[in-house]
């Protein structure tokens, strides 16, 4: 900061007065997070925060993870930007690395600088492929902020509607549903896709999915579902558009979550976690399609030296720690611990679900508190105790456990603990209120 330190009320007035009114921040009592170390942060006061939600997902190599930031600002000071209609190393290293760890044949990648960005042009690729104009996408899906991307995002608050086509998206209820069981909630859902294709197959470009839904409240659909969803749309010519934004990058336990399905998507998109805090947006496509995209296209930051650089070190990062594989291991811990957390306190916690470092706990209202409260009230003891988780959620009632991949043992079990302090807080409270 260039003036004097703010507290925590001078800058939510400034948001208040000189942001948009849409910004939201989550606690009604918030911390001024002032600085980033691994796992941890730092408010103001120099109190120490474990970080459960990185942003979603993006720092999951850790906070100014000093191995990666080295390597930024060495490249910020050798060269910072120029334009890919010249000649740099970086980008090109980075799509080569890329192809290494990408499934099947998808080895081709266009850079951008975000989530929404990488979206909308797998959206243009996968229409100048197949010369179709229209998309599948499940419900409750979160894809983007921008037009497209919007389209085809199916959660009602994160949409326009009144600014949207109507006939660009057709959405197809999740495989995952209150009351059915997984597996029945999965048919349920292929089978309106199977009617929808039927009905009009051959106008759909692509189908764009997250891979485990995470803003949606973290929704794993058993393994088998995308192998027959998959079948279904190569029948008819549709592309499969992975939205690895949250689930890449090994989070899951997977480098890409639609490895846990052995799915090889047509194309692949990614951001957030490539970068673990430096604006970065990707995606990737085989051959065939990358030859249909016969149209100039340029980003003036995609592929920059910066971005690039730093995302070549991410996964040297990821690769020389293993952290693919700590993912799936700490994920294990988290999912046990939080399990057994919900077996005490089943009045509150309804739901544990998830993959690797992925992990959600659906919340109930009790007493007085609805749903939504709860969760709120849940996060912002859990900060009062030292620990940033976040929320998603139709409801805004899951709890979303997105910890960096460098996370330890000892944090999980410490969290855990917190937790189960929260839940026997609230509970009794609830029961004094009945
Ligand atoms: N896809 C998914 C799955 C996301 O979670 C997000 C952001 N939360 C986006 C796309 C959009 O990314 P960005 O905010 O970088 O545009």
Redesign the pocket.
């Known amino acids: 900061p260039t003036g004097a330190m703010m507290g925590p009320e001078a800058i939510v007035e400034r948001r208040k007065k000189y942001g948009l009114p849409c910004t939201a921040h989550f606690y009604s009592n918030p911390p001024h997070i002032v600085r980033g170390s691994m796992q941890y942060l730092y408010d103001q006061e120099g109190r120490r925060y474990v970080d459960f939600f990185t942003g ?1 997902s993006v720092v999951a190599c850790g906070h100014c993870n000093e191995a990666i930031t080295e390597r930024t600002v060495e490249q910020l000071r050798r060269l910072q930007h120029t334009s890919t209609i010249y000649l740099t190393q970086p980008m090109v290293e980075l799509a080569e690395r890329l192809a290494d760890v990408l499934p099947g044949a998808v080895r081709r990648t266009f850079f951008c600088n ?4 990488a ?1 909308e042009g797998a959206l243009l690729a996968a229409r100048l492929h197949t010369g179709r104009r229209n998309f599948l996408a499940l419900e409750y899906g ?4 921008t037009f497209l ?1 919007m389209n085809v995002t199916g959660i009602p608050m994160w949409r326009a509607d009144d600014w949207l086509d109507s006939d660009t998206a057709t959405f197809i209820p999740r495989p995952w549903c209150d009351g059915l069981e997984p597996n029945a909630a999965a048919r349920r859902s292929l089978e309106a896709l199977a009617a929808v294709l039927a009905d009009k197959g051959e106008t759909f470009a692509a189908m764009i999915v ?1 891979p485990i839904q ?2 949606g409240g973290i929704i794993k659909p058993p393994d088998w579902y995308y192998r027959e969803l998959k079948k279904m749309l190569e029948a008819h010519g549709i592309l499969l558009i992975a ?1 690895e ?2 689930t890449g990058m090994g989070r899951t336990g997977r480098m890409f979550a639609m490895e846990h399905y052995e799915v090889t998507p047509d194309i692949i998109t990614m ?2 976690a490539l970068g673990n805090g430096v604006p970065i ?1 990707a995606f990737s496509m085989t051959d065939e399609i990358a030859a249909s995209y016969n149209r100039p296209s340029a980003s003036t930051f995609g592929g920059n030296p910066v971005s690039s650089a730093t995302a070549l070190a991410v996964l040297d990062y990821i690769e020389r720690h293993g952290l693919v594989d700590q993912a799936m291991v700490l994920g294990e811990r988290l999912m046990n611990g939080l399990c057994i957390v919900q077996k005490k306190y089943p009045d509150i916690v309804a739901e544990v679900r998830g993959k690797g470092l992925m992990v959600g706990a659906e919340l109930k209202g009790c007493g007085e508190r609805t749903d939504a409260e709860m969760t709120d009230t849940v996060l912002e003891r859990m900060k009062d105790r030292g620990y940033i988780i976040g929320k998603n959620g139709v409801k805004r009632n899951v709890l979303a456990f997105q910890p960096a991949m460098i996370i330890s043992a000892d944090d999980i079990d410490g969290m855990l603990g917190a937790l189960d302090g929260v839940l026997a807080d609230v509970s009794a409270e609830s029961y004094q209120s009945l």
């Open positions: 979603v975000s989530g929404s960005e979206n979160l894809h983007g902020r991307t997250e995470g803003n939205d934004i949250q951001a957030k947006g």
